[in-house]
């Protein structure tokens, strides 16, 4: 196991695309740490004192100092413990493709995401992800390499895969629930099935089946 003072605790809930990137990093890392669940509809008192500015999760707590915001938050994880499982690469510009891609995931795929689970199946919100999907997959054919590996750091998770990884479990879930049609984008789905079947990603993530409920409650009922 990964040591840095550990003493790391994480506010998250489980069907939290972000919250699963830290889980995915920490696993990753062999990290141990406390898992506290949060009930984002009676905040705690832990989470409105970590994160007084939105309030949200994941917060990553460690040695008492809170870290905000997913993408921080993995960056911190591969900062504090670069011995296992390095997920930035060493060279200058592929640490600076990492982080432009690292944005676009962010806002723009992640807006589209969300806006078509909000927009009761919207198509041309549907073809708008599709089409970010495809930047994606440009993505992968630039920084990463099919002969190494399905994943943007090859045969290990880098960055970024950690950052797409929820959508392993997400995609499937919207599409058997609601009536999401995936881009064509071989190259990404293949990172994603990749991701289904890594050990770290199977302890950090959530069964399809698991999330499926949860879509059906939160989005397809309205």
């Known amino acids: 196991m ?29 990290i141990e740490h406390e898992d506290l669940p ?16 939105h309030k949200k999760i994941p917060v990553l707590i460690h040695k008492g100092k809170p870290i905000l915001e997913s993408a921080i938050i993995v ?4 900062e504090v413990w670069p011995e296992t499982s390095p997920l930035l690469p060493q060279d ?17 795929l992640a807006d589209s995401w969300i806006r078509f689970l909000r927009s009761n199946d919207d198509a041309a919100v549907n073809e ?3 089409q970010n999907c495809l930047l994606i ?4 054919a630039e920084l990463g390499s099919e002969e190494e590996g399905p994943f943007f750091g090859g045969a ?4 970024l895969d950690v950052l797409l990884a929820p ?17 064509k984008c071989p190259r990404f789905h293949k990172l994603l099935a990749a991701v289904s079947e890594h050990p770290s990603a199977k302890a950090a993530l959530p069964q399809v089946e698991k999330l499926k409920e949860f879509i059906r409650v939160r989005f397809a009922s309205k």
């Open 167 to 183: 959508y392993a479990v997400w995609i499937p879930g919207v599409e058997q629930v609601m009536s999401l049609k995936p881009a």
């Open 2 to 30: 990964a040591s840095r003072d550990q003493e790391v605790t994480l506010l998250s809930a489980w069907p939290s695309p972000y919250s699963m990137r830290v889980k995915l990093a920490l696993a990753l890392k062999g």
């Open 137 to 140: 997959e440009g993505a992968l």
């Open 128 to 130: 708008e992800f599709n």
């Open 92 to 108: 200058a510009f592929l640490r600076a493709q990492h982080r432009f891609w690292s944005d676009f995931i962010d806002k723009k």
């Open 156 to 159: 290990s998770m880098s960055f």
């Open 75 to 78: 960056h911190y994880i591969d």
């Open 38 to 53: 949060q009930d984002l509809g009676n905040k705690s008192k832990i989470l409105l004192e970590s994160n007084p500015v």
